[in-house]
Antibody, heavy 121, light 108 residues
Framework: QLQLEESGPGLVKFSETLSLTCTVS??????????WGWIRQSPGKGLEWIGN???????YYNPSLKSRVTMSVDMSNNRFSLRLRSVTAADTAVYYC?????????????WGQGTLVTVSS | SSELTQDPAVSVALGHTVRITCQGD??????ASWYQQKPGQAPVLVIY???NRPSGIPDRFSGSSSGNTASLTITGAQAEDEADYYC???????????FGTGTKVTVL
């Protein structure tokens, strides 16, 4: 069974960079059938897609976050990462990593448990 | 702002049927997928494609689509179905991914 686990600091200071890693187990990140994605959820709010990355490094980012987001893949360790620059209180959220099925129909089939990141001043 | 619109909340009597809708122009082109999220937990995929359920999802969950509207139906709702439900698809450009605004389902 595929498992995804987010890791990283739970507290980030205002204007600094949020960095999270998602470690994949039970399957290979280099599978051609999937993208790997980040989704976040602010307290009491809905889900917001941040971006997806393919193992080759191809990325798709939410236009509203594109100027601050970088995603990368570490194939040797079967994991992928998120960097979000210049954070503000609005970036406080639970961040989830998930697997996106590449061909139609499109969907996220496996999710990590999520990690809360709080932006503080 | 989300390009997929859902009713904020619906309620259903135990054992009855409830339909949750998701509206958006991109749904004329792409199927929606549906996720169940209980408090403090990660979302769980319940429906994808035309009307497909992942392994372990009860058959009381079903999906359908017509025009710009996708629907998730729970037939014979159980207490454990009380949760937030989100639809998900590509946006109108086909380049990005969007989630619906979410529907809170209360089982009375």
């Amino acid at each position: 069974q595929l498992q995804l686990e987010e890791s990283g600091p739970g507290l980030v200071k205002f204007s600094e960079t949020l960095s999270l890693t998602c470690t994949v187990s039970g399957g290979s990140i280099t599978s051609s059938s999937f993208y790997w994605g980040w989704i976040r959820q602010s307290p009491g709010k809905g889900l917001e897609w941040i971006g997806n990355i393919y193992f080759s490094g191809v990325t798709y980012y939410n236009p509203s976050l594109k100027s601050r987001v970088t995603m990368s893949v570490d194939m040797s360790n079967n994991r992928f990462s998120l960097r979000l620059r210049s954070v503000t209180a609005a970036d406080t959220a639970v961040y989830y990593c998930a697997r996106w099925v590449r061909g139609a129909p499109y969907y996220f089939d496996f999710w990590g448990q999520g990690t809360l990141v709080t932006v503080s001043s | 702002s989300s390009e997929l619109t859902q009713d904020p909340a619906v309620s259903v009597a135990l054992g009855h049927t409830v339909r949750i809708t998701c509206q958006g122009d991109s749904l004329r082109t792409f199927y929606a997928s549906w996720y169940q999220q209980k408090p403090g937990q990660a979302p769980v995929l319940v429906i994808y494609g035309k009307n497909n359920r992942p392994s372990g999802i009860p058959d009381r969950f079903s999906g359908s689509s017509s025009g710009n509207t996708a629907s998730l139906t729970i037939t014979g709702a159980q207490a454990e179905d009380e949760a937030d439900y989100y639809c998900n698809s590509r946006d109108s450009s086909g380049q990005n991914i969007v989630f619906g605004t979410g529907t809170k389902v209360t089982v009375l």
